[in-house]
């Protein structure tokens, strides 16, 4: 694949491939990703596809597209040193039928949910045990910064253990990753979200506190009570 297609909004809107995500309307239009492989002996993408789902804010009265919040938390993390999809292309045009935008990561292939991975149930306690070890270093990278996911769901983390022992994790779907007032509250509204949803799936309370202590020694105290608690739908 050519730089010159790689950087091609048309390219990109009409790559042919496999939906993983089927089109959804909500938020005003149509969102949508596609796993596209241009070259066979190339790497492959998640190909993000809207037409419309718009946000809206202070600066944006009349509405953006949710990609622009995306591709900016996929780039603050990547300046953060966060493990997230790499961007790759991103472009937002507006025209006669409204705001249609392309989203384009590299896909992040040997990796599964953390939703799937607790269901599957299939680890030892001491393989769970180094993966929710790179989580909590992952999540530590971006909360010190002062800044959160913001839909730290189960499903929104990727993880992937490899033959030799080692663990990697990724954070996906950042277009709610913004700046909390402190490092503390960022890592409390987000962990508070994950442990809620998790442990109903099979997470383990001493993994919650494995994750805590973990935040303890890199100098970041949690309320541990508040974040056992079940959460309240």
């Known amino acids: 694949m050519s730089q010159s297609l790689q950087g091609d909004f048309d390219f990109w809107w009409q790559a042919p491939g496999e939906w993983v995500e089927p089109p959804n309307q909500r938020k005003g239009g149509l969102s949508?990703?596609?796993?596209?492989?241009?070259?066979?002996?190339?790497?492959s993408f998640y190909v993000k596809i809207q037409h419309g789902h718009?946000?809206?804010?202070?600066?944006?009265?009349l509405g953006r597209p949710t990609t622009v919040r995306e591709w900016q938390g996929l780039n603050r993390c990547r300046k953060l040193g966060v493990n997230a999809p790499v961007p790759v292309f991103f472009r937002a045009r507006k025209g006669s039928q409204g705001w249609q935008a392309v989203l384009v990561t590299e896909a992040l292939l040997g990796y599964e949910s953390l939703q799937a991975m607790l269901l599957a149930d299939r680890y030892t306690l001491e393989q769970r045990a180094v993966i929710f070890q790179a989580l909590a270093e992952n999540l530590i990278r971006l909360h010190q910064s002062g800044?959160?996911?913001?839909?730290?769901?189960p499903k929104?983390?990727?993880?992937?253990?490899?033959?030799?022992?080692?663990?990697?994790?990724?954070?996906?779907?950042?277009?709610?990753?913004?700046?909390?007032?402190?490092?503390?509250?960022?890592?409390?509204?987000?962990?508070?979200?994950?442990?809620?949803?998790?442990?109903?799936m099979g997470m383990r309370d001493d993994e919650c506190h494995l994750m805590m202590d973990i935040y303890q020694r890199a100098g970041m105290a949690l309320d541990g009570d508040r974040l056992m608690l079940p959460r309240v739908r």
Do not use: I, N
């Open 156 to 200: 929104e983390v990727l993880v992937r253990l490899d033959d030799d022992g080692r663990a990697h994790t990724a954070l996906v779907d950042l277009e709610k990753c913004q700046r909390r007032p402190s490092a503390r509250l960022a890592a409390m509204r987000d962990l508070t979200r994950l442990f809620g949803d998790a442990r109903p």
């Open 32 to 43: 949508g990703v596609r796993f596209v492989s241009p070259d066979p002996q190339g790497p």
């Open 54 to 61: 718009l946000f809206h804010s202070l600066r944006y009265p």
């Open 147 to 153: 800044h959160k996911h913001g839909h730290l769901y």
